[in-house]
């Protein structure tokens, strides 16, 4: 059998509403399907493993070049988000020079934390990146970090266990300066992958969205089925859920633009990211 897809999914619970309805009804064997955390997937898009798929936000402004960015289709929250945090055991606006240990999952959340450290709050704290954060804390080797970013079901899982006296909702933080939403992750696709295969993009897609209406529609099931996980009750794991939003409309493109001026702004990512390249508008 010929491979005529190669699709990445996030497999955080954000994306249970789409994703598990997917699991249960496509039956599309050429359309092979790839689990993993944000930054595998950017990783895997941009060498050419894949063809389309979730990704952290910025990953398509590294590479706009290489992307177009998929209508109707997002991980994003307007205010509270719930599972991308820095957690911290002292107040943030006394981390100054104290270290930050970040999430190796998300290029889009580590830049977020930093546009709200350096230019919000107007401090310098320095950084650490690491695979896990609970796992780095124990290594005695290294220094005890003052703060720790968190994201997807890690997060979930350390907000549940109440051991830091703060934390701070990246979501949040970023609508209280800005007034928008945020977009912490697009449905990229390769730009030649578009250009040679638009009837797969296009069967995809509707597919996408099919999956996404019925999982909104059976969300409270769903909610039940995935909330073991972390674990945290269904009740819980359905208001999580209520507050991820999976829209591309104008606001949410209006948001990622001011987000991406600030990569741009500081030197994160080629000016070529603006403007943004949609695809599939219905």
């Known amino acids: 059998m010929k491979i005529s897809a190669r699709i990445g999914m996030v497999n955080y619970i954000n994306t ?31 060498g050419n493993e894949l063809d389309l798929g979730f990704v952290s936000s910025q990953e398509y402004a590294l590479h706009p070049g290489e992307y177009r960015i998929l209508s109707d289709l997002s991980i994003s929250a307007t ?37 709200i450290l350096e230019e919000f709050y107007r401090i310098t704290p320095r950084y650490r990146v690491s695979m896990s954060s609970e796992s780095s804390e124990k290594e005695e080797d290294l220094e005890k970090p ?46 030649e992958f578009c250009r040679k295969s638009p009837e797969i993009v296009l069967a995809i897609h509707q597919e996408l969205l099919r999956c996404l209406r019925e999982g909104k529609e059976r969300l409270s099931e769903i909610s039940g089925l995935v909330a073991g996980r ?40 080629p000016a070529t990211a603006l403007p943004l390249k949609v695809c599939g508008k219905h």
């Open 16 to 46: 249970a509403p789409l994703y598990e309805v997917w699991k249960q009804t496509v039956r599309r064997a050429d359309w092979q399907v790839t689990e993993a955390p944000p930054t595998v997937l950017n990783r895997m898009l941009h």
């Open 230 to 269: 972390v674990p945290m009750d269904a009740d819980a794991c359905y208001r999580y859920l209520q507050g991820i939003e999976y829209d591309f409309g104008s606001e949410k493109q209006e948001a990622l633009t001011r987000f991406f001026e600030y990569l741009v702004s500081r030197g994160e990512v």
């Open 79 to 115: 205010g509270t988000v719930g599972s991308v945090f820095l957690f911290s055991n002292v107040p943030f606006a006394r981390l100054g020079e104290g270290l930050i240990l970040l999430s190796s999952q998300s290029q889009t959340s580590v830049s977020l934390v930093k546009i």
């Open 146 to 191: 003052a703060a720790v970013l968190a994201i997807g079901d890690e997060a979930l899982r350390l907000s549940a266990g109440g051991e830091y006296l703060y934390r701070l909702d990246l979501g949040e933080a970023w609508q209280a300066q800005t007034g928008l939403p945020f977009v912490f992750a697009v449905w990229a696709v390769r730009e």
